[in-house]
């Protein structure tokens, strides 16, 4: 399995590599959650997220 790298933009920047890559093995079933915070106690974010591709050995998943 290749590594994977986790990309991401903050204020319009360009996307760039956050940290080194990594690989997990994972040997059973699993959950995969996505989210963020703001770290300011008094204001609430919000986040759209779109075209997430899970995918493994099997295929793909929307």
């Known amino acids: 399995m290749p590594a994977r ?3 991401v933009s903050m204020a319009g920047e360009p996307m ?3 940290g080194p890559p990594i690989t997990l093995h ?3 079933l699993f959950y995969v959650g996505i989210g ?3 770290h300011v106690p008094d204001k ?3 986040a759209v997220l779109s075209d997430i591709v ?3 050995a099997v ?3 929307h």
């Open 36 to 38: 963020f915070c703001s």
């Open 16 to 18: 760039h590599q956050f």
């Open 5 to 7: 790298a986790f990309f």
């Open 26 to 28: 994972l040997n059973g």
């Open 54 to 56: 899970l995918e493994n």
């Open 59 to 61: 295929g793909k998943v």
């Open 44 to 46: 609430s974010d919000n």
